[in-house]
Each structure stands twice: as C-alpha cells, then as structure tokens.
C-alpha cells in the first residue's frame, strides 16, 4: 500500500497571505494531479504534472513535482475568498487503468 | 453537455436496507469510477470499470457491488446497508490516455445509513 500524506490538514488564513500545501509519498510516481473541492461539488482538475522537477503556474498557483517524483507542493500567492475548498492530491501510478490515489486532503478557508 | 450527474442526490436508509446509486455521463468516456469521501480520508476508490460490461474492485469493494451495462450508466449497489457506509459518494468518469487523464466528477450523493 501506498503512503500518501498531504499538509497541513487545515488551513485557515487572511486574504493576501501566502501560503503551501505539501504532498508526500514514499514511492515514485509516473505524474501527479492537483484537484480542488468546493463545499457541496465533486473535485475539479487544476492542474498535471508528469516530469521531475516540473513547475506548472496556473494564475496565483504555483504546482512543483518533486526531482525524484516522490512529492509535490502547491503554493497559492495572495489568496483570495475564492480560493477557499478542499485541495487534493493525486498521484498516479505505472498501471494503465487511470486508477489514483488521493491524499486525505488540505481544507482552505481565506477569511475576507 | 450535462457532464457526470448522479443520483439521487440525498437518502437516508435503515440499516439492512438496500438501494442503488445511479451514474451517467454523456462524455463517451470508457473509464468510470466510484469512490467515497469521509472526513479526513480523501477519497477512496470502491469499484471501477475500464469499459461497457467489466467492472474491477478498487481500494474498499466491501459491501458492494457495481455493473456497467451500458457505457454512459455505472450503477453502485448496496445489498445491504450498514451505518459504515454512511457517507458521501462520487462517480467519476475519465478517457483514459495514459497517466495524463483528467477525472470528471458528479455532484456526489450523501448518504446516511441509521
């Protein structure tokens, strides 16, 4: 079984803060998915990474998969309310059937 | 396009009841996945299917059982029901290509099982 762990587990800030979310793993992983969840909806993709050392900017979030694709880091500049959910990640393994695993999760709250 | 809906949206069962949770996508996605969310367990993955007519257990298949007659409907069951599986439940479809695939998530069903 795999050990997935995701950090912190709760996360409550002001907005303009910056903050990061980590995701660690003992095993190496093929690519790597970042999901977030707002209350009441299923988790929506933001973003894949597939190379080590790979960093994915999307708006105010900065994605980074490990050198040795065991890990990753999201980092959120000057949160915003809007950025408030439950951030998922989701590495994928060597098989083919798209199975992944997801980490307990971080839930976000920026406070206005 | 409506995406991944599901249904129903909310029930509550007795335990020993059964019931079945309704998935559809209108993607033509060959991959669809069940997973439940409890608080601070992410989501774990129940059963999945890799096409029309097969279905595989995933992480925690206990307690129910799944089928994918068509390729737009995957159907959880519950023969069963006991408070354990008091939860809320995702269906998720997906292309597949590769490890580069995005999941597509339904709204979720909760359930509570008393």
């Known amino acids: 079984t795999q050990l997935l762990e995701q950090s912190p587990q709760f996360l409550s800030i002001q907005e303009g803060e910056n903050l990061t979310v980590y995701c660690n793993s003992s095993s190496v992983f093929s690519s790597l998915q970042w999901y977030r969840q707002e209350p009441g909806e299923g988790p929506v993709l933001l973003v894949t990474v597939v190379t080590g050392g790979e960093v994915k900017k999307l708006k105010r979030l900065t994605f980074q998969f490990g050198d040795a694709r065991k890990d990753s880091s999201l980092h959120i500049t000057a949160a915003q309310p809007g950025d408030t959910g439950l951030y998922l990640c989701a590495p994928h393994g060597s098989s083919n059937t798209g199975k992944l695993i997801f980490g307990q999760g971080t839930t976000l709250q920026v406070k206005p | 396009n409506a995406g991944v809906t599901q249904t129903p949206k909310f029930r509550v069962l007795k335990t020993g009841q059964s019931m079945t949770l309704l998935c559809a996508q209108d993607m033509n996605h060959e991959y669809m996945y069940w997973y439940r969310q409890d608080p601070g367990m992410g989501l774990r993955l129940i059963h999945y299917?890799?096409?029309?007519?097969?279905?595989a257990k995933g992480e925690v298949p206990d307690g129910y059982n799944v089928s994918r007659l068509k390729k737009q409907n995957f159907l959880l069951g519950l023969e069963s029901a006991a408070p354990s599986q008091t939860s809320v439940y995702f269906c998720a479809s997906s292309y597949i290509s590769g490890s580069l695939d995005e999941q597509y998530f339904g709204p979720g069903t909760r359930l509570t099982v008393t």
């Open positions: 299917s890799v096409g029309e007519g097969t279905t």
